[in-house]
């Protein structure tokens, strides 16, 4: 069941309270495919220029992450540089030059074009739909967004919304997108514009996946050091639809399942800088923490508590 | 298994983006045992002034509160008037008059000194230290506090910690108490100082229990309308601790439980103003919203997922 990922193949200069990292890879294509090869192989998609360390595609290319999608352009590559506040809960774009991914148009390679699992990362949706345009016949399609595409080009968004699956934003997103504060609302707002399924990640507290009448929830992994969060959202969502891809199983149980791998992954991401952690790991990593997220939420509900009321007549 | 409350009886007068409330009955001690009493008898100690509608407290009797330990003294009671922010994330205070609770010196009835199960509600340090001293034999203490205590009376506030079993703050008040803005390590830091056990609260996005090694996660019931949050907080202490107090178990597993119960108690607390909501709902409401908490965190481990690494060698 393959799996393809379009997004940004970046170089990210982050500065967090405890360092700084200068061209480090990133982009969410980058963080999407680190962290779903873990899982399942991946077809990545993107443009780099030609100052880009395609050596540090190769890490990614010898696990599973097939890089032949990537297009080298004349020019500079993708740069972002951040800085986050001392709590890691805010951070400041110091500097976006956009280079080659400016004139990106993702050309599908034909090999590429029966991918049934596909995550169109945050680009502008205009070239999201193009992407879809390209897909033979998708089994799920799911899309990330952000802030500058829902103020600057919602018709074409609202557009999108009715040709993907799933839509994986943040809580600020939900909220900027429907207008709505409250997440359960904006998330059935979300729904009655296409998706079937939306998930809303909320960072340090975890992420909600909403379908229907159904609603699961999975809070972060709990962390005593988070390193920095470039990236996690990226991660999470490779985590999911992976778990999806190497299950073919589309079910409510295992929908709840994919949402544990994502935020298994989200929490590897933060723990290092750009992909360091993610790369450092194998499966039996990801296989130990997601068994740790059972301790963390599960609860027996003791049928004399749970199934009948402890007091009559009230 | 006798479960005692020391906590505030006020008059609260409450404007949310949905309306206002003038001075109706609330305080942590009267929303902890509207909580309480859906699920275990309660005991009820704080004080009122000659203006105290009487009547109001006597719906709580009815429901299994026992008041006799309410204290009428002459002049004002506590009066206290907030107005939420439009996404009720916020308040401020615009009043507070303390009338007869600025000179409250809790005195437990002779009948209460047996209670096994303790509930200091947020009142000054010294007075919950105060109270401590006249309990014969606890099983279990948990306390409240807020951050005018934990900048004005630390010293007195790091020593109660030494006596109680459960410190139960929301995350702004474990992280000025910590000076850390991780709320994993605030707990570390907060278990270091004596209790054995931490619950931080965090609002919409549910509570969290660290007990040694072991955390235990409960998110916020997920509701698409939140009326008034004044209040949620006691009614989650209310709902965790009638559960132990009830099934007398402190087992790791049974606090779990006692966490979805707080969690459930907290829901309800924010579904109208002061205790509308509690008081109109019977212990079934209470069992089958803890169950739904069933269906928003359990997922299966699959173990061909959760017990094996998905792929060898790496």
Known sequence: MSLLVVGSVALDTVQTPFGEAADA???SGVFFASAASLLHPVQLVGVVGDDY????LEKLRERGVDIEGV???RGESFRWKGKYSYDLQSRETLETRL???????????????NAEWVFLGNIDPELQLSVLDQIRKPKLVACDTMNYWISSKRDVLLQLLRHIDVL?????EARELSGDWNVYRAARWILSRGPKRVVIKQGVYGAVLVEGEHIFYVPAFPLEKVFD???????FAGGFMAHLARSDDLSPQNLKRAMVFGAVMGSFAVEDFSINRLTAIGPADVTARARA???LVHFDAEPKYFDHPPKAGR
Chains 1, 2 share one sequence.
Do not use: S
Request: glycine residues 12%; without cysteine.
């Open 293 to 295: 997220f059972q301790d």
């Open 53 to 56: 360390p395609m050596q540090a």
């Open 71 to 73: 297009e080298k352009a």
């Open 25 to 27: 890879i990133g982009g």
């Open 168 to 172: 994986m934003v943040n809580d600020a």
């Open 99 to 113: 280079g080659v991914f400016a004139h990106f148009q993702p050309k599908i390679p034909d090999k590429y074009r």
């Open 229 to 235: 969060p470039t990236g996690a959202g990226d991660a």
